[in-house]
């Protein structure tokens, strides 16, 4: 009896290694690169991890990605590559991204808010950091609000998310203009006043 048994289980896992064989054989679609993004941004000094990201093959199922391209981190500029990835059938594919490397933490805003959409340094009288760009939000700007809404528009917006304990505030660019609000708890305002 014993025998027996395992003489079918060797039959069934023949029976299922020669499926996967056939399977492969006929593959010949892609992998498949799920993005939600294809813009990634960091700044000079800081690499992004790419690791997070994976492709999905039908027959091969989970599969690794590689950054295929060239991206300078220790210079700011905008960059390029693609990620790339091929299954066990030898099906390949890779979807072009863009790598923005900034040279130091800041939001800019959408475009058409301002005139300004350049990545020079801002030469207007009283700017916060002469090094960035005129439009530039200076992350520690930015850091204690819990929602953004860049423009005029914004303040409706915030005005409309607003509750108890929450207060709505200006939020300006490196150039003292107008960028947007933000949403903040009261109680963190209290705290930063003691």
Not at 52 to 57: S, V
Not at 92 to 98: L, R, Y
Not at 147 to 153: A, D, K, M, N
Request: proline content about 6%; overall charge negative.
């Amino acid at each position: 009896m014993k025998k027996l048994l395992v003489v079918i289980s060797m039959m069934l896992l023949m029976g299922c290694a020669n499926s996967t064989l056939l399977n492969r054989a006929n593959d010949e679609k892609p992998p498949y690169i799920s993005l939600s993004n294809d813009v990634f941004q960091t700044v000079v000094g800081k690499p992004i991890n790419f690791s997070n990201i994976t492709a999905y093959d039908d027959v091969d199922g989970l599969l690794a990605v590689m950054v295929s391209g060239y991206i300078n981190y220790n210079e700011a500029g905008t960059y390029y590559p693609e990620l790339k990835t091929a299954d066990s059938s030898g099906n390949e594919v890779s979807v072009p991204i863009t790598v923005i490397v900034r040279r130091s933490d800041y939001v800019v805003p959408p475009s058409g808010l301002y005139q300004y959409h350049e990545e020079e340094p801002c030469q207007v009288q009283g700017t916060k950091d002469p090094s960035l760009p005129c439009e530039a939000v200076l992350q520690e700007d930015i850091d204690s609000y819990l929602l953004l809404y860049p423009g005029e528009s914004g303040k409706e917006r915030c005005e409309a998310q607003r509750n108890e304990g929450y207060a709505c505030e200006v939020i300006y660019s490196n150039d003292g203009l107008l960028w947007g609000y933000g949403l903040k708890e009261e109680v963190a305002q209290e705290e930063e006043k003691e």
